[in-house]
């Protein structure tokens, strides 16, 4: 089993930057693939990026690149998602996944981010 923590959530006014980090433990020489998700109010749950565990692969939603950046600390066990000019419409709860291979077979309980002004 894998258990992931995530933190960093919270309110930014729009423009704003935030950075997410989520900490895994336990079985973590299983993971293949880190990343992370997001789930509005009212909307399914929706990739948001993800992070190759042992190589250099980087993913992306088309709607976030240029603005978030995905990255690891192998030593600390960590995954950060820096997020930079906020919108609104980036408001919801922001989750983090780990993969065995690149479905998500473990979740984190998730943070909230709300970006308003």
């Known amino acids: 089993q894998v258990q992931l923590v995530e933190s960093g959530g919270g309110l930014v006014q729009p423009g704003g930057s935030l950075r997410l980090s989520c900490a895994a433990s336990g079985s973590i020489f299983t993971i293949n693939r880190m990343g992370w998700y997001r789930q509005a109010p009212g909307k399914e749950r929706e990739f948001v990026a993800a992070?190759?565990?042992?190589?250099?692969?980087?993913y992306y939603a088309d709607s976030m690149k240029g603005r978030f950046t995905i990255s690891r600390d192998n030593v600390k066990n960590t995954v950060y998602l820096q997020m930079n000019s906020l919108k609104p419409e980036d408001t919801a709860v922001y989750y983090c996944?780990?993969?065995?291979?690149?479905?998500?077979?473990?979740w984190g309980q998730g943070t909230q981010v709300t970006v308003s002004s």
């Open positions: 992070i190759s565990w042992r190589g250099s692969g980087t």
């Open positions: 996944a780990g993969s065995v291979i690149t479905t998500p077979d473990y």
